[in-house]
């Protein structure tokens, strides 16, 4: 059972125009989200989180809103840049006994940004 | 800072050998995971430690997977008889082990091993 999605595996958009990855989760539970950013032969690396009681976190030009009801989270890039061509992963997680579990992610989403 | 430190970063054997990663966490973080990511897919949690306590190897395949964390910092993951689809990139990641704001976890570079 995927508890994490990410639907689309990849995405193309062209340079200067808004970038949207979604992201479905099936477990009530989780306390927070991030958006991981990963380049090839590397480990992924943090972008953004947001918090299960809020449904915005902007930092520069990625803003991550989070729709609880709907159990649906997105991650904006305005504007794409050719550096941002990566696989993005959603994941969530929990916190437990005064620390955090492990992660949960989902499949990734390849962004591919076209000049 | 140093970051997550993993060796090897490529390994290639046949099935039915073994093989071993090292991780050296972030200075300091209690808490160190690894992770299995096969090509395609996203990372898979195989153990957690807490200093040197396991917190969650439920989805370690224990019949073949081994971890240790002896003195609470760096860790050893093995797999002994590798299988073909063990082929994957053996991820260590670390975190301070209390809660923090984004609840983030600190990547390696990671492992690839590729079983013929």
């Known amino acids: 059972d995927q508890q994490v999605k990410q639907n689309s595996p990849s995405l193309s958009v062209q340079e200067g125009r808004i970038s949207i990855l979604n992201c479905d989760y099936t477990n009530s539970m989780f306390d927070y989200f991030l958006w991981y950013k990963k380049y090839p032969a590397e480990g992924p690396t943090f972008l953004i989180s947001?918090?299960?009681?809020?449904d915005k976190n902007e930092d520069g030009r990625f803003t991550v809103f989070l729709n609880k009801s709907a159990k649906h989270l997105s991650l904006h890039i305005v504007p794409s840049q050719p550096g941002d061509s990566a696989v993005y992963f959603c994941?969530?997680?929990?916190?437990?006994?005064?620390?955090?579990?492990?992660?949960?992610f989902g499949k990734g989403t390849h962004l591919i940004i076209q000049p | 800072e140093a970051g997550v430190a993993q060796s090897p970063r490529y390994k290639i054997i046949e099935k039915r050998q073994s093989v071993a990663f090292w991780c050296n966490p972030i200075?300091?973080?209690?808490?160190l995971y690894w992770y299995q990511q096969i090509l395609g897919q996203g990372p898979k949690l195989l153990i957690q430690f807490q200093n040197n306590g396991v917190v969650d190897d439920s989805q370690l395949p224990k019949d073949r997977f081994s971890a240790e964390r002896l003195k609470g910092v760096d860790s050893t993951l093995k797999i002994q008889p590798a299988k073909l689809e063990d082929s994957a990139v053996y991820l260590c990641?670390?975190?301070?082990?209390?809660?923090?704001?984004?609840?983030?976890?600190?990547f390696g570079e990671g492992s690839r091993l590729t079983v013929l």
């Open positions: 994941a969530a997680g929990e916190y437990s006994g005064g620390g955090a579990d492990g992660l949960t």
């Open positions: 990641a670390s975190s301070p082990g209390q809660q923090t704001n984004t609840g983030e976890l600190f």
């Open positions: 947001i918090s299960s009681i809020k």
């Open positions: 200075s300091g973080h209690a808490t």
